[in-house]
């Protein structure tokens, strides 16, 4: 069994906690995630542990409960855009020729445009839910995923192994399935890590635009809208989300970057051992 | 007639870029018509009456076929015509030219000075490769890469603004406005855009750099006994200027995308301000021509990337 | 050991250690010791070889005579003294006073060791220029003259050209002449010729070696071939895993080696194989022509040969003449344009779709590169057991002792069938390689170079285990490969290719003996062999040659 490294150990406890904290929140928030308890910017105390927010909701039970919806929809935007885009990057490049060409082309074309400009055009015309903002962000975000698949299968099928498998005369299901996707799966968890990150940001930015989760429902970017005209009186509460999702960004960093080492150097079989 | 080789590709190039600005405009278009009700109803919501609904159909054409509005729409646009604003009734074309100029000031502010401190950081974490001043620099802009550019803005004010008050936490500019002043104005959205981009920029650099440092021709250059100096000014900065400027422009494109959120935070006058406001009211023909504008600065940075590395090809310049 | 009290030594290496980190992922990085205590030297004028297999250390040992480490490579023992100073101890402006002045250095890959953005003539006479004694006048006469002896086309102008203006053989005499320009004392060739084709090599050796007697320079010549140190050294080193093997002048060690190993060296490919008898066909490839999509010309024009069953057929050629590309087409991954492949007395699809179950089965391959023709996710009993399974639906306890049987057949034995690629060492994968090929019983195996990435006595036992394999089971081998002393080794028939035809075919003794045509006559010509004196037998063998005509 490997060692493991300290900054994986941080990165996976810290994670983990927020993880739990977004799963448990109904049993861990002091109070509703809308109930109004205080005045105003309370400053932090024994019962307020990070004080009130700008109508007097207490920040810490907003703070668990945003970011179990930070959390749910970032997941749920990157399980999509794995799903999307590792599926459809695998079959471009295996089946090659105009599958290929088509897939490749609409995902340049998708790509020559921004995301947030893409997000913000959708977004004038359809209502602003859950489960659209999830759509949008994981179709947006598997044009980057198709191309990191196709990319390493790519570089994998064109391995003598494969075509020493196709002169055999396998199937493309036994290609695909055994010979392609053990190689592909390391590089394809790492990204994972950078695509949950760049989807917290992401509704965080939307949220924070006022186009993203909306109130009352709590979530970390909304919270920092909420909270944004206190900063001129001094007073922090909307950097709290900041806090979070840097040290959730940089926790999920970690863990990626270990996850990627430790199948790497599985890569020859036992040799890490 | 036979072109040179690079000017050829050049040419396939710029055709290319032309062609993905035309799809980009048709996905643009399309991504306002993908409801599948009616679009007047979701601008309106529930409560419109019938007549509103009708003059708002009419207003926005719809009682026309999508082809036909999208053409008409295009040729607008192509004779500087970008259409009538729903909240106002003012043509949007005036109003976003200024705004754009506001935004293009800003992003070139911040441009200016993350170019140059990129390229200069990127140089010193080569120079010290994996000993302090790399690591302390890779820690930094990883730091800044992590926190999205709202915190950032949030994070520069509290500090820079209200704490010790160097700079105003609003960015104010207005007709007639003194050079100067406008500085002063645009001093903390220009912090937070440069560390924005900073990161990536610094990194992708240093990655450039080191690839051609550690490339043959630059050993041989050491093993001929030459000067620190004359290696890097002989041998590998010719071959690195092609991969920095590429990594440069696919910042700037970064950037872009960075201001629209900056301006909101300081409510500075630009385009990003003009898209958000506009996205909430649901005002659908500003939107268009904003992600048009945006989309037509993105692919042409990546485009200039492009053709820079073609023009720095060797190969192409001189072909066999 | 060379008499060192003669002439003043040039170099001296004493009690040489270098060491380099090695940094397995997931693990702490640890040390690793590369050459163990090297001592050797070098007088004025004279050339020294510098042989072994790869990692044996000759370039690490090259290269520190320079007091350079390559990628992290250390010298943390012994000295290193050139006329007579100890470099080690030189500070960065010592060194910068020695590096590209008395001391040069040519590469393995002038391609990627010249600057790409810039023309030639400003790289070779950078140094010249920069020590200031002559002018930029003076320093290009000298280097056209340079480009002349070494004998470049058009030597008045080739220095105006880029670098990827000029093919690879006249680069590798380009970077010869950047290494002679500013009269260093000594110049080292670090193995300059491996990457050219073998018709190419003779040239630059040829050039290579005038231009050392003719400027007097003294050289250490870095190679894995044995057969070419022995045409340009006067000493020879044999290093093996660091450490020194045998050491003494360049007769001694190729006619009468000391050590075990060189022996070895020298006998490599002594196989004896005695050719069999004409018989009908197994495979029978017929008026064969191929091109690849959107090119314009044909890689194969109208190959036709055959292969009984049995037997070995070499195909033999230079990179591009079309020689893996018969195998592509062969294996149904290339289809070809035009002509048949009749295969056991049916016609075979071009196309690998249309192929039966059979013909795959009975037609397998063999990779040159064993490290990349295995799944390194997958253990060696599923590579093995897969074509098992999937052509005999063999499973279990059936398949397992299949394997096993695989595998001693291969001389590998047991405790192999769980472990990974990764585990196994270069000449055990390509083991791994085979038993998958004999696997699926086949008639006939398709060996595409699969000797030219090993070493050279790895690659003789793999050479003796195919021809037991032959006897044992019958199965005839299409045997591709650049290399004419395997050929020799293993052949029954040989077909030599030549930009995409066959150029001449018959069995190996009709081949191989006069009167030869043109590019056969070159190609066979230019295959160094393990005796003095041959490179300049063959240049004086082609100068009357071309004076005859």
Redesign the interface.
């Known amino acids: 069994m490997m060692r493991l490294p300290v900054s994986a150990l941080i990165g996976l406890c810290l994670t983990t906690a927020y993880f739990a904290a977004a799963l448990l929140a109904p049993l861990i928030a002091p109070f509703g995630v809308a109930e109004i308890v205080g005045q105003s910017w309370e400053p932090a105390s024994a019962q307020f542990w990070l004080g009130t927010d700008s109508i007097g909701r207490d920040l810490l039970s907003r703070m668990i409960w945003g970011g179990r919806t930070t959390i749910f929809v970032a997941a749920a935007a990157t399980a999509l855009s794995f799903g999307l885009g590792s599926v459809l990057g695998f079959f471009a490049a295996v089946r090659g020729g105009w599958v290929d060409q088509v897939l490749s082309r609409l995902v340049d074309l998708l790509m020559s445009i921004p995301s947030l400009i893409s997000a913000l055009v959708v977004l004038s015309v359809v209502p602003v839910t859950i489960p659209v903002l999830i759509l949008v962000m994981g179709i947006l975000d598997s044009t980057r995923v198709f191309r990191l698949a196709r990319a390493v299968a790519v570089d994998i099928a064109v391995m003598d192994y494969v075509e020493a498998v196709r002169l055999r005369g396998e199937k493309q299901g036994w290609i695909i399935f055994r010979e392609i996707l053990p190689n592909a799966l390391s590089p394809l968890v790492a990204e994972m890590g950078l695509r949950f990150i760049f989807a917290v940001l992401f509704i965080s930015t939307l949220s924070f635009l006022g186009l993203g989760v909306q109130p009352p429902m709590a979530d970390w970017g909304g919270i920092v809208k909420e909270n944004k005209e206190g900063i001129v009186y001094g007073i922090p509460a909307a950097l709290v989300p900041a806090l979070a999702i840097a040290t959730l960004a940089i926790s999920v960093n970690l863990v990626a970057d270990w996850v990627l080492d430790r199948t790497t150097s599985l890569k020859g079989g036992r040799n890490a051992r | 007639m036979t072109l040179h080789p690079v000017a050829r590709l050049a040419a396939q190039r710029i055709a290319l870029g032309l062609l993905l600005l035309f799809a980009a405009s048709v996905l643009i278009f399309l991504g306002t018509q993908i409801l599948p009700g009616d679009v007047a109803q979701a601008i309106l919501g529930r409560s419109a009456t019938q007549q509103s609904l009708a003059t708002l159909r009419e207003q926005l054409g719809l009682n026309e076929p999508a082809l036909t509005r999208y053409f008409s729409w295009l040729a607008g646009v192509l004779h500087g015509d970008l259409g009538i604003a729903l909240s106002n009734g003012q043509p949007i074309a005036p109003a976003l030219a200024k705004r754009l100029g506001n935004t293009l000031f800003l992003a070139g502010a911040a441009a200016v000075i993350a170019v140059p401190l990129a390229i200069l950081l990127g140089l010193i974490s080569v120079r010290y490769l994996n000993r302090w001043p790399d690591r302390l620099i890779s820690a930094v802009t990883l730091a800044t890469i992590s926190v999205p550019e709202f915190l950032l803005g949030y994070i520069v004010i509290f500090f820079l603004a209200v704490q010790y008050q160097f700079l105003p936490s609003l960015s104010t500019v207005y007709d007639g406005m003194s050079f100067g002043a406008r500085l002063h104005a645009i001093g903390l959205p220009v912090i937070v855009l440069v560390l924005a981009v900073l990161g990536h920029m610094m990194r992708m650099t240093r990655a450039a750099i080191l690839n051609v440092m550690q490339s043959a021709y630059v050993e041989t250059a050491e093993l001929k006994g030459l000067r620190p100096f004359a290696i890097i000014a002989k041998h590998a900065l010719p071959n690195a200027v092609a991969p920095v400027v590429n990594v440069v422009m696919l910042n700037l494109a970064y950037l872009v995308v960075g201001v629209v959120v900056v301006e909101v935070v300081f409510v500075y006058p630009g385009m990003g301000q003009y898209l958000v406001d506009h996205v909430a009211k649901r005002d659908v023909p500003v939107v268009q021509a904003c992600g048009l504008v945006f989309a037509a600065v993105y692919i042409g940075l990546n485009l200039v990337a492009d053709i820079v590395s073609i023009l720095a090809n060797p190969r192409l310049r001189h072909p066999r | 050991m060379p008499d060192s009290a003669v002439a003043e030594n040039l170099l001296e290496i004493r009690d040489l250690v270098l060491e380099a980190t090695s940094y ?4 702490p990085p640890k040390n690793v010791t590369l050459v163990h205590g090297v001592s050797l030297c070098l007088q004025k004028g004279k050339v020294l070889g510098l042989i072994g297999e790869s990692g044996a250390g000759k370039s690490t040992i090259g290269l520190s005579a ?1 007091a ?1 480490g ?1 990628g992290g490579v250390r010298i943390t023992g012994g000295q290193v003294i050139v006329n007579g100073r100890d470099i080690l101890k030189a500070g960065a402006r010592g ?7 008395e001391v ?2 040519v ?1 393995q ?1 002038a391609a ?7 023309p030639l003539m400003g790289q070779v006479i ?2 010249t220029l ?1 020590s200031g004694q002559i002018g930029r006048a003076e320093a290009e006469a000298r280097a056209v003259d340079l480009f002349r002896q070494l004998g470049l086309p058009d030597p008045e102008t080739i220095g105006t ?2 670098p ?2 000029v093919s690879g053989g006249q680069l590798q005499r380009v970077m010869t002449a950047m290494a002679l320009c500013p009269k260093p004392d000594l110049v080292i060739f670090d193995e300059p010729t491996t990457a050219l084709d073998v018709t190419t090599q003779i040239d630059v050796l040829a050039a290579i070696k005038r231009a050392i007697r003719e400027t007097g320079v003294a050289a250490l010549y870095i190679t894995h071939d044995l057969a070419v140190v022995a045409q340009v050294a006067d000493d020879i080193m044999v290093l093996r895993h660091g450490r020194t093997v045998e050491y003494g002048p360049c007769k001694q060690v190729i006619e009468a080696p000391q050590e075990e190993y060189t022996r070895a060296l020298v006998s490599v490919r002594s196989i004896d194989h005695v050719e069999k008898a004409e018989a009908p066909p197994l495979l029978s490839i017929q008026n064969v022509t191929a091109r690849y999509k959107g090119t314009g010309f044909d890689v194969l024009k109208n190959v036709s040969v055959d292969l009984p069953p049995g037997q070995t057929l070499a195909i033999v050629g230079e990179s591009g003449s079309g020689k893996s590309t018969l195998a592509r087409v062969i ?3 290339l289809p070809a344009t035009r002509g048949h492949i009749r295969f056991d007395g049916r016609d075979l699809s071009p196309d ?1 779709t249309g ?1 039966t ?1 059979d013909d ?1 089965r009975e037609l ?2 063999i ?1 040159q ?1 064993a490290d ?6 997958q ?1 060696v009993e599923t590579i093995i057991g ?2 098992l399974e ?1 052509y005999f639906g063999l499973r279990g306890e059936a398949k397992r002792k299949r394997v096993q049987e695989l595998l001693d057949q291969i001389e590998m034995g047991h405790g192999f069938a769980d ?5 196994l060492s270069g000449g055990q994968k390509q083991r791994v390689c085979i038993a ?1 090929a004999l696997a ?1 019983k086949p008639k006939l195996i398709i060996c595409d170079e699969v000797t030219s990435a090993l070493d050279p006595l790895v690659a003789d036992g793999i050479l003796k285990l195919l021809l037991n394999l032959q006897a044992e089971e019958g199965v005839a081998y299409l045997f591709i490969t650049h290399d004419l002393a395997t050929v020799r080794a293993i052949a029954d028939r040989i077909a030599v290719m030549f930009k995409g035809q066959v150029q001449r075919y018959g069995s190996k003794t009709d081949v191989l003996s006069p009167p030869f045509d043109d590019y056969t006559d070159l190609l066979l010509s230019s295959v160094p062999e393990m005796r003095l004196g041959w490179l300049e037998e063959v240049l004086a063998h082609r100068r009357m040659a071309s004076a005859g005509n």
């Open positions: 397995p992922p997931g693990e320079m350079y390559r060194l910068r006073s020695l590096r590209g002045k040069t250095y590469a890959s990627a060791a010249f600057n790409p953005a810039k950078e140094t920069a050209r880029f990827h203006q294996t149904g991954l690998l192929r179950r795959l397998q391959m990779y590169m990349v023709a295995m799944n390194p996710r253990t897969r074509p999937f472990r990974y690629p990764a585990e998958r699926a």
